[in-house]
């Protein structure tokens, strides 16, 4: 079935400092990947998405390649700032007998400090 | 857009109780999911409506927990009776099914705690 593997949190950085949180799914055919972002009390938002294979999703300075050959799809910052803790959701969606159905990790959560 | 909107946002309830969860999805979009989150289980889907119709509801986790979707803009979640582990931020989300712009939009949650 599918899967989405993230890495554990929490996730403990500087301001300022690079972030890479990994991402590895589990899927048959060519899923779409997706990050969303999570901030405290509050739903779930889309973060960025892409749909095919070499696909960089970007938005608000994040960013993430749809890697196949390795499966990845891990998000990446150059430069984090305090309001980008939250805690952060790699999924994907397959589309062949998955309808609109989503497949999320288990989350990691971020928190940057002055 | 308002988004989508759930109530009520917080539910304190005792055990035996029923208890019911509202959703109004996004206009336009034809999918609606329900979502559990909770500390020790995460993010879990509960059950999937496509065109009002329940298409996928494997997640739900027992007889107590019951879905409805009447029309288009309203949904429902009911848990009888509640019990104390029910006790989670229930999340409603919605999507467009349209090619290219299928993300789901989360609406704020309702924070129920069964006591």
């Known amino acids: 079935g599918n899967s989405v593997t993230q890495m554990e949190g929490p996730v403990t950085l500087s301001e300022e400092a690079f972030l890479t949180i990994n991402c590895t799914y589990t899927?048959?055919?060519?899923?779409?990947l997706f990050w969303y972002v999570q901030y405290p009390g509050e739903g779930l938002q889309l973060l960025l998405k892409?749909?095919?294979?070499?696909d960089k999703g970007s938005n608000k300075g994040f960013e993430a390649t749809y890697r196949k050959e390795t499966t990845s799809f891990h998000l990446e910052k150059g430069s984090v700032q305090v309001s980008d803790s939250a805690v952060y959701f790699c999924?994907?969606?397959?589309?062949?007998?998955?309808?609109?159905?989503?497949?999320f990790g288990t989350g990691t959560q971020l928190k940057v400090e002055l | 857009d308002a988004g989508v909107i759930q109530s009520p946002r917080h539910e304190v309830t005792e055990m035996g109780q029923e208890v019911t969860l509202r959703c109004k999805p996004i206009?336009?979009?034809?999918?609606l999911f329900w979502y559990r989150q909770t500390m020790m289980r995460g993010l879990e889907l509960l059950i999937y409506?496509?065109?009002?119709?329940?298409?996928?509801d494997s997640g739900m986790p027992e007889d107590r927990f019951s879905a409805k979707m009447p029309n288009a803009s309203f949904s429902t979640l009911k848990i009888q009776p509640s019990e104390p582990r029910d006790s989670a931020v229930y999340f409603c989300?919605?999507?467009?099914?349209?090619?290219?712009?299928?993300?789901?939009?989360f609406g704020p949650g309702t924070r129920l705690t069964v006591l």
């Open positions: 989300a919605s999507s467009s099914g349209l090619a290219g712009r299928d993300e789901q939009f």
């Open positions: 899927a048959t055919g060519y899923p779409s």
């Open positions: 892409a749909t095919k294979a070499d």
């Open positions: 999924a994907l969606r397959r589309l062949a007998g998955g309808g609109n159905k989503l497949t």
């Open positions: 206009s336009g979009h034809n999918s």
């Open positions: 409506f496509n065109n009002n119709v329940p298409i996928d």
